[in-house]
């Protein structure tokens, strides 16, 4: 029992799932924000077109009443957030590629035989398909 609660003392405290946990918390508090926007801001423009407004859209079948209207929100709520992540992911995976130096091109390892042309070790002096002296 004490080396299962290590080892999951030592996943805990790993840097991957402390940033996870922050931005588990950001997002949720993202999500906030943006209900804030769509209840409060784009829902009342749409009402000033829609009498009664989006939110109170609903859609009787039998007994059932769906609420169509609060669908089309969450979905509008969706794609803000969507297209915002998105925004956020490619502007650091721009800052990202910024910091990275661009890799040397290795030294090659072979070369051509001038007489056979065959690929051979870039030290050799004599080619092993041909016998020729390459220097």
């Avoid at 805990?12 to 209840?39: Q, R, S, T, Y």
């Avoid at 939110?55 to 709520?77: P, Q, S």
């Avoid at 969706?78 to 490619?90: R, T």
Wanted: glycine fraction near 8%; charge should be positive.
């Amino acid at each position: 029992m004490k080396k299962f609660l290590a080892e999951f003392k030592e996943f805990a405290m790993k840097g991957n799932v402390m940033d996870m946990a922050v931005g588990v918390i950001i997002g949720a508090a993202f999500k906030a924000i943006i209900d804030a926007l769509v209840d409060c801001i784009i829902s009342p423009i749409i009402g000033c077109f829609i009498q009664g407004g989006m939110e109170h859209w609903t859609v009787t079948i039998g007994k059932a009443e769906l609420g169509l209207g609060a669908f089309l929100m969450a979905i509008i709520n969706f794609l803000i957030i969507a297209f915002v992540l998105f925004c956020v992911i490619k502007t650091m995976n721009k800052l990202i590629n910024l910091r990275k130096k661009p890799e040397e091109e290795a030294a090659p390892l072979t070369k051509k035989c001038p007489l056979c042309q065959s690929e051979i070790d870039i030290k050799a002096i004599k080619c092993p398909c041909c016998t020729g002296d390459i220097r």
